[in-house]
């Protein structure tokens, strides 16, 4: 399985919010991870639509979108318009989420459900078969910057052993505190792609997802 790389543009330089975008992709990102918040189903406000539509000229990457907002199913279509190429939504936002991945799914764009950490694996066992991507958050969504919750890893394995299982191909994201210093345990456990806020864009944007690239080699 291909492992990739999802720089969440969350720590980046508001201010020079495109420029930061160019050369995450430019140094070989293959997804930006873009963290939609809206103060309500978690306490922090980070920005929309028109700042995805903004950036989406710059780059031809994958807008790896995660909806941290109630009922996203109502916003599924501006998101799809704005330049999405993934949208994740999460299980817990959602009244009718089966309804949600569907209207997803109908705008030609994949489809992930996100699990925050106290949520069990067994919210997902229905809808499993309808998704692209299953997001593990590995702390509490509103904020970047917090440290990994430990218990994840093993959360990565059993969500591997499920979907292979069962014969399914879906990729296994983690969200959260990921660094340099857990991602190979976190490749171990099973998951593909890692979003990483802090760890890219703390210092050299290009030195730090080289190191990243740099381990996704070892495992090629
Ligand atoms: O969804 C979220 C936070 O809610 C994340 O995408 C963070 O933005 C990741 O940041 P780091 O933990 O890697 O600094
Ligand atoms: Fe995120």
Known sequence: MMLILSPSILSADFANLGQDVVRTAQAGAEYIHIDVMDGQFVPNISFGMPVIQAIRPVTDKVFDVH???????????????????????HAEACKHLHRTIQVIKSYGIKAGVVLNPATSLSAIEEILPEVDMVLLMSVNPGFGGQKYIETTTDKVRRLRRMISDRNLDVDIEVDGG??????????????NIFVAGSAVYKGSVEDNVKGFL???????
């Open 67 to 89: 909806l941290m907002i109630d009922e996203p199913v109502r916003f599924i279509k501006e998101f799809a318009d704005a330049g999405a190429d993934v949208i994740t939504v």
């Open 178 to 191: 990921v660094t340099l210093d857990n991602v190979e345990m976190l490749i171990e456990a099973g998951a």
């Open 214 to 220: 740099e381990v996704f080699k070892k495992y090629k």
